[in-house]
Nanobody, 124 residues
Framework: VQLQASGGGLVQAGDSLRLSCAASGRTFANYGMGWFRQTPGKEREFVAAISGSGETAYYSDSVKGRFTISRDNAKNTMYLQMNRLKPEDTAVYYC??????????????????WGQGTQVTVSS
């Protein structure tokens, strides 16, 4: 499956932004999906994950209550709604897909497919 992330940009602290991840190539609903982010010099870190059906979601503690992951399988697209953004949310955000139907989690090794990343910059 091919993934294309979009929607990043420059915003101020407290603002909102919605990222999208468009998928193509295979049956989208068969893949668990996730968002990760990375800043220079640091490892790529988990942000959120969602099951193939969209019924189950999982968040890192740093974004819980501020970010919402969702998906529209009819449109082959996953979203990350980011509210109350903070400067520490600044990073390149990557979407990822796993062919392990039962996996919804934070391990990068479990994800088989990755998008190219979209930059989110939050100014203070």
């Amino acid at each position: 499956v091919q993934l294309q992330a979009s929607g990043g940009g420059l915003v101020q602290a407290g603002d909102s932004l919605r990222l999208s991840c468009a998928a193509s190539g295979r049956t989208f609903a068969n893949y668990g999906m996730g968002w990760f982010r990375q800043t220079p010099g640091k490892e790529r870190e988990f942000v959120a994950a969602i099951s193939g059906s969209g019924e189950t979601a999982y968040y890192s503690d740093s974004v819980k209550g501020r970010f919402t992951i969702s998906r529209d399988n009819a449109k082959n697209t996953m979203y990350l709604q980011m509210n109350r953004l903070k400067p520490e949310d600044t990073a390149v955000y990557y979407c990822a897909g796993t062919s392990s139907l039962s996996y919804i989690g934070s391990s990068r090794a479990k994800y088989d497919y990755w998008g190219q990343g979209t930059q989110v910059t939050v100014s203070s």
